[in-house]
């Protein structure tokens, strides 16, 4: 079966380029800094030091995450009484992460016999069902802990109240209509929760839990002596930035702190050998390092064949094995991208067949031999490329349900969106669950024409005209002269960069100096800024450039003016740092 639906066969959306507003008011603390670097932070909101300062004591502390003192007491009964204790996790980056730091930071804290489990995603599906609660019990644990799933695990959980388990559930997602019947569920987004920050993800939960029995242990046994968590930094910050949650003050703090060990030669052995294989700078690794390198590569084992291979890199002690892991992570990661470019192919071929049976808010589609690992990457592709909320499926190993992964706009909280699909639509989707940006759900196959309509009908009730322009949001322009290797690195150095903290993008007009097709659909440029002059002592005012998975020309006119929306970044080569733009949008014109 193919089919597609949802938009009129546009295969890309040209994005509208608009600058941000910037206040009036510059405050005096960034006046020491580069004047385009204060005019990128004042547009984010930044407002006084403590806004940039991004030590451990500027963290939140604990207080109002509910069950946080019950979670602490459970684990540490746990251990008193050797149980065995079973991490259960998830298969994406974030529950690979979370899974490590609750193996590590338990058996930190005196855990004498801790275990992880992790669903297989063609298999078992997602979080703590009855089938992994079985599979947790031959392990004959005394407790579960479940990371980055759980809070839709109704049935699960009384699984393992009936076969005599405790459970403590650690998650971030939105909670469903029931909580499960746990003994301790720590979630910043459960009702009721006062925590300040409802943007950790699941490894940064399970990396506070961990805080909590750390102070409880310590305070029992008298003494002022307790392991450093922050040796499992460099774990929540690759979490973190792999999950794409909003980079509130709070998770820029876990993720800066993350960096610096790795900067430093400080962290995991795992960690560190995902951005070797990368090719990736560690004296000075960014959080798109973690991100656009490290992420894809652990996500790879999930996607592919099973996460366990990705945790086990990350609990790894020593470098050559988890150097010899990475490799294979890396390999999977290669395949990954092969599957990915044929569905791309695939699916502009059925964006291309689409009629105008249903409205265009929002785009469904299908293919009987999608792999169900790819398609929530193949989402988010399509979601860029046209602008509009996407479902992606794949058959599930029964044949009879399909597998779906949602990816948003920004405007359009999707997982609200499956809600109201699910109600006004009954039996029509199975179950669902997720974030404001993306979902994941489960629907029958004779269910998807019906679903993709309901899907298109309810976003287009949600989505005004301003909503389905594309934009891409500038911080103006850099002078000429400013365009050099200093304004990069301060931009680098400034703050991890991310999702509710982007990094700056800037816009301005450029002659195409030269460009060619590098890495098959690429295209490498030499670029000169508009009105650039000479620069001293005959130095060239030429710039590099490099626009993905965009084939040349660029300019209407060859080595004609283009204007670009661009990212300026440093592109470190054999040692050498230089400026370099990156390119985000072409505006249709100069």
């Known amino acids: 079966m ?27 603390f960034l006046r020491h800094r580069h004047p385009v670097l204060r005019r990128v932070l004042a547009a984010r909101s930044v407002e006084d030091d403590g806004d940039l300062d991004h030590s451990l004591a500027r963290l939140l502390p604990p207080d109002g995450l509910l069950d946080l003192d019950r979670a602490a007491a459970l684990l540490d009964r746990a251990i008193e009484s050797w149980a065995r204790i079973v991490v259960v996790g998830d298969y994406d980056a974030d529950g690979a992460t979370g899974c490590a730091v609750a193996v590590r930071g338990l058996r930190l804290l005196g855990a004498a016999d801790v275990r992880f489990v992790v669903p297989d995603r063609l298999r078992h599906g997602y979080g703590l069902t009855p089938e992994i609660v079985e599979i947790a019990n031959e392990l004959r644990p005394g407790l579960i802990v479940t990371v980055d799933n759980g809070i839709s695990s109704v049935e699960g959980v009384d699984r393992a109240k009936r076969l005599g388990i405790d459970v403590l559930i650690t998650d971030h997602h939105l909670p469903g209509r029931q909580l499960p019947a746990a003994d301790a569920i720590v979630n ?38 307790a392991p450093n968590l922050a040796a499992l930094l460099d774990l929540v910050a690759l979490g973190t930035v792999a999950d794409v949650v909003p980079l509130d003050r709070n998770n820029r703090i876990l993720v800066e702190q993350g960096l610096r060990r790795i900067r430093a030669g400080r962290a995991s052995p795992g960690v560190t050998a995902l951005l070797r294989v990368a090719r990736r700078d560690i004296g000075h690794a960014v959080a798109s390092d973690l991100g656009f390198a490290a992420g894809p590569r652990l996500n790879a084992a999930g996607r592919l064949t099973d996460m366990r291979r990705g945790i086990e890199c990350l609990l790894c002690e020593r470098e050559d094995e988890a150097m010899r892991i990475a490799g294979e992570l890396d390999t999977l990661n290669a395949e990954r991208r092969e599957i ?11 964006l291309d067949a689409i009629d105008d049976t249903v409205p265009d808010a929002a785009v469904s589609l299908f293919r009987d031999d999608w792999h169900p690992g790819v398609v929530g990457i193949l989402a988010s592709r399509v979601k860029d490329r046209l602008h509009r909320p996407v479902a992606a499926f794949a058959p599930e190993a029964d044949g009879e349900r399909l597998k779906g992964s949602v ?14 699909v699910a109600t006004r639509n009954p039996g029509v989707v199975e179950r669902f669950g997720g974030h404001a940006m993306a979902a994941g759900l489960t629907i029958r196959r004779e269910m998807f024409d019906r679903f993709r309509t309901a899907f298109a009908t ?6 005004p005209p301003e909503l389905r322009q594309a934009v891409v949001l500038t911080d103006g322009e850099i002078p000429a002269s400013d365009l050099g290797l200093e304004l990069a690195r301060a931009i680098r150095d400034a703050a991890p960069w991310g999702q509710g903290f982007p990094e ?5 007009i450029f002659s195409v100096v030269a460009e060619r097709r590098v890495g098959g659909r690429h295209t490498k440029l030499v670029l000169r800024p508009h009105g650039a002059e000479p620069r001293p002592r005959g130095a060239d005012s030429r710039l590099d450039g490099i626009a993905f998975n965009r084939e040349p020309p660029l300019a209407a006119n060859p080595h004609g003016e283009v204007r670009l929306a661009y990212r300026f970044v440093v592109n470190a080569f054999r040692g050498e740092e230089r400026p370099e733009l990156v390119v985000v949008e072409v505006a249709a014109d100069p």
Do not use: W
């Open 2 to 28: 193919v089919a597609a639906r949802g938009t009129r066969g546009e295969n890309r959306r040209v994005k509208r380029i608009e600058r941000r507003a910037v206040p009036d008011r510059d405050p005096s």
């Open 188 to 225: 910043p987004n459960r009702p009721g929760d006062r925590f300040p920050s409802k943007c950790l993800a699941g490894v940064g939960v399970m990396f506070y839990v961990l805080g909590a029995l750390r102070a409880r242990r310590r305070e029992r046994a008298g003494t002022g002596k």
């Open 340 to 350: 990915e470019s044929g569905m791309q192919v695939q699916a502009a071929a059925l």
């Open 407 to 420: 990816r948003s706009i920004p405007g359009v909280h999707v997982r609200d969106l499956l809600d109201t």
């Open 458 to 463: 309810e976003a287009d009730g949600v989505m």
């Open 504 to 508: 700056p993008v800037f816009d301005g």
